[in-house]
């Protein structure tokens, strides 16, 4: 657009709004209110990272299959703290189940399964050394079940347990195992259901490494409880139910949470809102006070905060309009816009100070203003948009959503402040005592001489700042991205904390990666999987398919074909009393070398024996008789059952989907019937996390790697970490290309000149490399939430060096070099506003929010340091060039063109744009 134009087209529109404030304010109210209605109704947040990605990737597609597959996917966990085998954390686990269970924001709740729930062929499915048990188990079994009355399986069950002295769980076994012989004794019912494989055992869902600690209540949400808010809500009442049970119970101090990952990104996406807000509600308190101490009064920084929030309030209108939600990212656009949309109220009230008093009224006064600093404050604009407008081009949809909403919202602000600022103003009736006149007009120094040793000695700073470059690049080598977006979340929420609990116990946790297979493909890929460096262990349908499978079901053959010789004894109770003797008397005598309290439960074992022989000695011949038949037509009714049992147990066929408990199975078992293999990794030397970024990338490439050929790809939280920080990496690095190409046409098409455009862009650039290089020297990583800086910065740092070209152009021998004329004052305020705005992020929990603030405020600050130092050095060292180039044809002195008035700078003001 040709210069004069624009200056027309800006002076004409602030007199328009200055001497028009009425109309423009109830224009402005009206596209607020209309804005306040859309957001109001229409702003949802959402909390699935799946979302964040671009919806058409390969791996994301089938994640998001995979979640609609197998729904228990999306379940929550309440996680309990206790001893291995406390049997009182196991009820409280089950209560809470059945809690939960009547909410009807719950579709399922279960803390584990009865063993008589799963299939003859579920021992074998177990670890080695809970299967060599079970082996021993069934042959017992054997025994027993060729043993032909009571009183023989009596010898069999005692020679057991003689030869399990050292097993601590043997006492509790031989409780049960006397129980029906002491009953019979006494005369009184038996009952053999210890010895039937559908007595109840219930196994709790526990931690399965480490110090088996913790139990798990798996919890399937309805499907109304999804987004936010729902998702939000039922977490709150979730919660609530959970310590009203635990305050209940016997165990009131148990340690418990909630996690998962959808309670995880629902905390996130909450704490996020949550730091957002504060750091929002902070940074207009702390820029009212800049402005508060800058322009000496209240009045000034109310105004300019009103019209600013006219234009945040259209800005969540064109939020519902483009986009129609926030995420993770977008959720910090607000903080973004509030430092940005300020520095149009900041340059506008700089650049009147200094006119105020050769104007009398507003509307005039507000034109020269637009057409001294309009064009700085619109091309700063513009480019600071297209930005983010340049990330919208990416294929990472969550910073996509990001760079709409705060393209569109920048140039609301724009409008909205320097449309509204100068209509408040003129409302007052007063803006002249409001906004107080500084001395020194439009060619007023700034800094009053203390950078005039940059304007003195160009060359010397610019090579100081060369060699601060090199030193910045230098540290800046270190700087590595950290995938791991558990170092991203504020250690204190609890979804956060009890996964970190239980990467701790039990180094599989929910970032196994998922493989989804027919039937039929399973067992070939358990093994391929299973060989894959990194991996440990093949869980879920894996587990039907043990590496060892081969050797286990050679074990169980051999037992199966194994001769047994039938055990004999006396059928009748005075047999059976023999037997209780000698088994007293073998309980007195192992108490003699056992612990104090091993030898008290042996002794009072003794003396109930003792007593029941006794009671037995004292029944008459016929209730002995009775009293034996009873017995013993009980344990022939459980041994065919066992009989029936075991010959399924040790059936020549390999444990299928049904041996699994339906608690286990049902999660795995996908709705058109394929089934869920989970890969877990191998657990780290040094603890790190899979995620780390060391171990990430080996261990998908290393899955990858096993199941290529086989037409199936491996999914799951690991796997959406990494593909989604790779293409984050290339779509950040792709934007900040976008970007400083948009920036750099945008510049070119406003100063019709490169030397002025790449001058433009000297102090970002500075910034940039400072950001980089402080980040290393400080050990901050990039990360999911700060790669973000790369667009950005150069969005936001642009409109200074912006500003101070415009500045020397229009007065090329100002002091320092583009900085006079209140361009310094306002670029001075216009960053601090926006560190401020940024700033405020350091006070979040959310440690990826918080290193966005960090990042920001230092490639910021280092921006205007450059502002104040490099680009006023490269400023006047070219004027000093183009000066002497101009003087020398002319006979003139370097002295003449310096000092020379603004008519004579007019004059040479067409050979001096040819040669710079």
């Known amino acids: 657009m040709h210069e004069r134009i624009r200056d027309i087209l800006l002076g004409r529109w602030g007199h328009f709004v200055a001497s028009h404030p009425k109309l423009t304010l109830s224009l402005c109210a009206l596209l607020a209110a209309g804005s306040v209605v859309l957001t109001v109704t229409g702003l949802e ?17 089938q994640y998001v299959q995979y979640k609609e597959n197998f729904p228990h996917a999306n379940d929550v966990y309440v996680v309990l703290d206790g001893e291995r085998d406390d049997a009182a954390i196991d009820d409280l686990a089950r209560t809470i189940a059945r809690g939960l269970r009547a909410d009807s924001r719950v579709a399922g709740a279960d803390a584990g399964f009865d063993l008589a729930s799963a299939g003859a062929k579920f021992f074998a499915l177990a670890g080695r050394e809970q299967f060599d048990r079970a082996l021993d188990e069934l042959a017992t079994a054997r025994r027993i079940v060729a043993a032909p009355n009571a009183n023989a399986a009596l010898g069999v069950l005692l020679a057991d347990l003689s030869r399990q002295q050292g097993d601590p769980s043997a006492l509790d076994r031989l409780d049960q195992f006397l129980a029906p012989y002491l009953a019979a004794a006494h005369d009184t019912p038996t009952d053999f259901d210890f010895l039937v494989p559908t007595h109840s055992n219930w196994q709790p869902l526990a931690s399965s490494d480490g110090a088996g600690r913790l139990r798990f209540v798996r919890v399937r ?12 809500s039922t977490l709150t009442r979730l919660r609530q139910s959970v310590a009203s049970i635990v305050a209940r119970s016997p165990q009131p101090r148990t340690d418990w949470g909630i996690t998962g990952i959808p309670a995880i990104e ?4 909450t704490q996020a809102i949550e730091d957002t807000t504060i750091a929002s509600v902070l940074a207009i308190a702390l820029i009212t006070l800049v402005m508060f101490v800058a322009f000496r009064g209240l009045t000034v920084p109310l105004l300019a905060a009103g019209a600013l929030l006219i234009g945040m309030t259209w800005s969540f209108g064109w939020l519902i309009i483009s986009v129609g939600h926030l995420q993770l990212l977008s959720v910090v656009f607000s903080v973004i816009l509030l430092g940005l949309g300020i520095d149009f109220a900041l340059l506008f009230v700089s650049r009147l100070e200094l006119v105020q008093d050769e104007h009398t009224d507003l509307a005039s006064a507000t034109a020269r203003v637009f057409r001294g600093m309009g064009p700085g404050m619109v091309t700063g604009a513009v480019t600071t948009a297209a930005a983010f407008a340049a990330v919208a081009l990416t294929s990472f949809r969550g910073m996509a959503e990001m760079g709409i909403i705060a393209a569109g919202g920048i140039l609301l602000c724009l409008i909205a402040v320097l449309s509204a600022f100068p209509a408040l103003l003129a409302l007052t009736g007063r803006w002249k005592r409001i906004i107080r006149h500084r001395p020194g007009g439009e060619t007023a120094h700034f800094a009053r001489g203390r950078l005039d040793l940059v304007d003195r000695y160009p060359l010397a700073t610019l090579l100081l700042a060369g060699a601060v470059v090199i030193g910045l690049v230098w540290t800046a080598r270190s700087v590595s991205y950290d995938p791991n977006v558990l170092n991203l979340q504020s250690a204190n929420v609890e979804s956060v904390k009890w996964e970190m609990r239980i990467a701790d116990e039990d180094a ?15 067992p070939q890929l358990a093994d391929r999987l299973r060989q894959a460096p990194g991996v440990s262990d093949i869980g879920a349908m894996g587990m039907l398919f043990r590496p060892d499978r081969a050797e286990r079901r050679q074990l169980i053959a051999e037992l199966r074909t194994k001769t047994i010789d039938q055990p004999r004894a006396e059928g009748s109770l005075t047999g059976v009393l023999g037997q209780l003797t000698l088994a007293r008397a073998g309980l007195l005598l192992r108490a003699r070398s056992v612990p104090a309290d091993v030898k008290a439960r042996l002794t009072a074992t003794a003396r109930r024996v003792a007593e029941s022989v006794n009671a037995a000695q004292q029944l008459t011949a016929t209730a002995q008789s009775q009293a034996w038949g009873r017995l013993n037509d009980d344990f022939l009714h459980a041994r065919d059952q066992l009989a029936d049992w075991l010959d399924a147990a040790l059936a020549d066929r390999a444990p299928g989907a049904w041996d699994l408990p339906a608690v286990l199975r049902d999660p795995w078992v996908g709705e058109d019937g394929s089934w869920l293999l989970l890969v877990y990794p191998d657990a780290d030397e040094q603890q790190r996390s899979i995620l780390a970024p060391e171990r990430l990338g080996p261990f998908v490439e290393s899955m990858r790697a096993a199941l290529a050929g086989t037409g199936v790809e491996v999914i799951g939280p690991p ?3 990494y593909e989604s920080s790779e293409l ?40 940039f490399v400072g950001a980089f290089g402080l980040m290393g ?22 409109n200074a060096g912006v500003h101070m070209v415009h500045r020397w152009r229009a007065e090329p021998f100002g002091r320092p070099a583009g900085l006079s004329g ?18 405020c992020l350091l006070l979040a929990q959310h440690r990826g929010i918080r290193s966005l603030g960090f990042v920001m405020v230092i490639g910021l600050g280092v921006t205007l340091l450059a502002c104040y130092t490099v680009l006023p050095a490269a400023l006047r060292w070219r004027t000093r060039a183009v000066a002497q180039a101009v003087a020398e044809p002319r006979g003139q002195t370097l002295r003449a063109a310096r000092l020379g008035t603004n008519r004579h700078w007019q004059q040479t003001s067409t050979s001096w744009r040819k040669s710079a």
């Open 221 to 232: 949400l309805d499907e109304h409880s999804t987004g936010v808010n729902g998702l939000g």
């Open 719 to 721: 796997v959406q970490i």
């Open 728 to 767: 984050i990496k290339k779509a950040y690095i792709l934007a900040a290309c976008y970007a400083i190409g948009a920036i750099l046409v945008l510049l070119l098409l406003d100063f019709r000149r490169l030397a002025d455009a790449l001058c433009a862009m000297m102090p970002v650039a500075f910034g």
């Open 822 to 839: 209140a361009t310094g004052r306002g670029i001075t305020l216009t960053m601090l506003t926006t560190m401020i705005g940024f700033g």
């Open 45 to 61: 947040f959402r909390a699935d990272r799946s979302e964040l990605i671009d919806p058409q990737a390969t791996w994301n597609k």
């Open 777 to 798: 020297l400080f050990g901050v990583p990039l990360n999911f939430a700060n790669m973000i800086i790369l667009p950005i910065i150069f969005g936001i740092g642009v």
């Open 266 to 269: 629902s905390d996130e996406t």
């Open 508 to 522: 599989r946790s929910v970032w196994s990666a998922v493989v989804v297979a027919s039937p039929e493909q399973a």
